[in-house]
């Protein structure tokens, strides 16, 4: 196989399973939904009944047009329709917000999502790293135990613990008589009352210090991991073959440490923090509950609370988009920084 | 072969040969030598200790041991008994919970002055590896980055040493030395490590040893993990390339075929101790130390490997237990009453020769 063809056809072949991979989650959640004991729209269509005392056809239409189905066509018929829309991401309209389409609501919901839970993920993942290799470069230091020890117990403690912490400490406590650090108010919603969305400074002043402990959450708690696999990383390539033969070759323990060491160590964790950019999307239901933080998470709890389910089924496809998506990122990564992988699949002596 | 006979001139018939030839030699010892080759490396009475959870391990003891220009040594014996600490001493790569507790490495580069390399810091010590002294780990797999071309690892070596080198000259002086080691030079560099087979490897690996015109180059069981046939051919091709470019060689192996075809010297260990040191002629015809003969005796072949060598009854001594008395005594057939309370130095029995057992006391004049 021609060497320049490899890499395109690598990717070729990635997109199918991709595509592959989504179709088969879609299909589930179409069924999953229609075949459940208790069909969620049978059982709207009865609460229609019920409820309002409409009857069954009246309840069925407008549950057609809700879920912008054709109830009377065959399940096949529906399946196909459905994927139909879900490709052009058209979800339906909203159940518990009539009229709004859902790709409406998850457009509006993402950015917030995606701000905090990437800084949180981001941040922690550069100081984590470095920490990391900081603790497995200095074994004997003092400190080392410390970063170790504060990373387990960090990572062990669920994240809601932290959320809850944080509230407290920021905007519970009093300090030496002064008030708290951040004003309670500031630890609900996404920013004050009373700003004028759009590109001001007091409007981005107010989204910045409403997330600001959020973000920190989501910093503390993924933190923990990224020390402890980069300082196990790290470890393990410090006494890699290779790591020590570049000693006895006489370079400069700066070049060892970022072209040998470094670069190796980075290969499992570039690829697992490309892995968890896919769960940015899904925010984090708890914490977002927990701060009122208008994202997907606090979405998609409201969403399955009141069983809206053209809302829930659009935000698990896109969710499940991204975390595909993001594992065939990080295989492409891999692939990139790790000249072993990128044979594979081409013949070994091109 | 021998029996086992416990009586020491049946066990040792140049023992009464030596005297002789010996009373030649000067007084002095160590200037003794007729091999009119410059001293290179001289270790004396290294002593190197590990810190462990039971103690101090004492893995070298008082080693003493010379390696002359162009010279080829062996180092030989059991398993844990000291090889790669005592080779590994000398570019001061040894694991962080050794120190070398005493004796010294004298390092006579040619048109240099002496360095004493026991007490070097690290930043000159960093100018020595490569450029002067080569190691080579046991049992390296992966001698290179997985992660960058073999191109960027032969300059990164350039760049360490010699960062006034144009990138040229560094690469036409890396393919001359990769077509010296019968390797295609230009596919090789532009190759990942992982794109050549062990032997290539092991081949680039001698020639990135070789880039910078060293002057000793340590080998500690360099080709395990290579099948016999390229073993033999690496080790050949070392061996000539020891007389096209004039290096000395020291080499810890375990296969006794590999020392009588490339080694001048044969050095002989046993627990930490440099037990006997001779010319590789003369070693494999009269070994003279007992454990020297038992590690000839145990092998039907010349060119058996040390697996065959677990016929010496007994096993080596804890290096962690305080030391009286020779240390093979306990596997001994020679032993007498002196050899459990006083350690035998390691004394010349020849010009070029010496052993540490207390039979030859009376055949020997100085210690080393
Ligand atoms: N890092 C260490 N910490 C403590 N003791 C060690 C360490 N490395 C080696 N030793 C001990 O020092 C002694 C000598 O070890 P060394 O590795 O030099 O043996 P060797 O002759 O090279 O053996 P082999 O033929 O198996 O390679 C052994 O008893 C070993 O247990
Ligand atoms: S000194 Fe050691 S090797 Fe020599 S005879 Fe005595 S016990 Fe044996
Ligand atoms: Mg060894």
């Known amino acids: 196989m021609p060497k320049r063809l490899q890499f395109p056809l690598f990717l070729l072949r990635k997109l199918l399973k991709v595509a592959f991979t989504v179709w088969v989650v879609t299909t589930l959640i179409f069924f999953l939904i229609r075949l459940m004991p208790s069909n969620p729209i049978e059982q709207y269509i009865q609460n229609l009944v019920i409820q309002y005392g409409m009857s069954y056809e009246e309840a069925t239409s407008r549950a057609a047009s809700l879920f912008s189905l054709d109830l009377s066509q065959s399940m096949f018929a529906q399946y196909l329709e459905y994927l139909k829309d879900a490709v052009r991401l058209d979800f339906g309209t909203s159940f518990l917000s009539p009229g709004v389409q859902v790709s409406e609501i998850i457009a509006a919901r993402l950015p917030w999502t995606l701000f905090t839970v990437g800084t949180g993920l981001i941040l922690s993942f550069i100081v984590g790293t470095a920490l990391g290799a900081i603790a497995a470069y200095r074994r004997e230091s003092w400190y080392e135990p410390i970063i170790s020890g504060l990373s387990s117990f960090l ?4 994240d809601f613990l932290i959320a ?13 008589g002064r008030g708290s650090i951040v004003p309670i108010f500031q630890l609900r919603g996404n920013y004050g009352a009373g700003v004028n969305i759009g590109w001001n400074w007091p409007f981005i002043k107010s989204v910045l210090d409403h997330s600001f402990v959020p973000i920190l959450t989501y910093f503390f708690s993924q933190i923990g991991i990224w020390v402890l696999l980069m300082k196990g990383s790290t470890t393990g390539c410090l006494n890699a073959d290779y790591a020590v033969i570049a000693r006895a070759r006489g370079l400069r323990p700066r070049k060892i440490l970022t072209s040998y060491i470094g670069r190796n160590a980075m290969l499992p964790i570039a690829t697992e923090f ?21 994202g997907v998470g606090l979405e998609l709890l409201k969403a399955t609370t009141n069983r809206d389910y053209p809302l829930m089924q659009g935000i698990f496809l896109i969710m499940t988009i991204a975390i ?11 692939s990139l920084l790790d000249p072993r992988i990128r044979v594979k699949g081409g013949s070994k002596h091109a | 072969m021998n029996t086992n006979t416990p009586h020491p001139t049946n066990t040792v018939p140049s023992a009464s040969t030596v005297p002789s030839a010996s009373s030649v030699a000067s007084e002095n010892a160590k200037g003794a030598a007729m091999d009119p080759r410059p001293v290179l490396l001289d270790i004396n009475k290294l002593s190197i200790e590990y810190r462990t959870k039971r103690g101090k391990l004492k893995a070298v003891h008082e080693a003493s041991l010379r390696i002359r220009k162009g010279e080829s040594v062996a180092i030989i014996g059991e398993s844990g008994c000291g090889k790669t600490t005592l080779a590994t001493s000398i570019v001061h790569m040894l694991p962080r919970n050794a120190t070398i507790s005493g004796g010294s490495i004298g390092f006579f580069p040619e048109g240099k002055a002496e360095i004493r390399l026991e007490a070097l810091p690290e930043k000159e010590m960093r100018a020595v590896r490569w450029n002067d002294i ?24 350039f760049q360490a040493h ?6 040229d000259d560094a690469l036409n002086r890396s393919r001359e030395l990769l077509e010296l080691v019968f390797l295609n030079a230009d596919a090789v560099l532009n190759s990942f490590p992982h794109e050549l087979s062990g032997g290539m490897k092991q081949r680039t690996l001698i020639a990135l040893s070789l880039l910078l015109d060293p002057q000793l180059v340590i080998l500690d069981e360099p080709t395990t993990a290579l099948d016999l046939i390229t073993q033999k051919k690496i080790l050949n091709l070392l061996n000539s390339l020891r007389d096209s470019c004039g290096f000395s060689m020291m080499f810890i192996t375990h296969d006794l075929g590999i020392v009588t075809q490339l080694a001048d010297r044969v050095v002989t260990m046993y627990a930490g101790v440099v037990v006997e040191n001779a010319p590789t002629a003369d070693f494999f015809s009269t070994p003279l130390h007992p454990y020297s003969q038992g590690l ?18 007994g096993s080596t001594p804890d290096l962690v237990d305080k030391m009286d008395g020779c240390l093979f005594a306990p596997r001994c057939a020679h032993c007498h009453a002196r050899c459990l309370t ?20 009376e055949v020997t004049h100085g210690a080393y």
């Open chain 1, 274 to 294: 490309a892995m968890r950019l896919g769960f940015i999307i899904g925010g984090s239901l708890i914490i977002e509950q927990l701060f009122v933080y208008q």
């Open chain 2, 134 to 157: 080569v190691m080579m780990f046991q049992a390296s797999q992966s001698s290179f980055n997985p992660v960058a071309k073999i191109r960027t690892q032969f300059l990164d070596t």
């Open chain 2, 162 to 167: 010699n960062p006034e080198i144009s990138t």
């Open chain 1, 155 to 158: 990572s062990a403690i669920p």
């Open chain 2, 296 to 313: 000839l005796r145990a092998i039907p072949k010349l060119n058996a490997t040390f697996e065959q060598l677990y016929s010496i009854p």
């Open chain 1, 324 to 334: 595909v998506l993001s594992n065939l990122f990080a295989e492409i990564l891999y």
């Open chain 1, 164 to 176: 809850i912490f944080l509230i407290l400490f920021f905007g519970v406590f009093t300090w030496w």
């Open chain 2, 342 to 361: 006083e350690i035998p130095a390691l004394r010349q029995t020849d010009n070029d020769r010496w052993v540490a057992c207390h039979l030859y006391e």
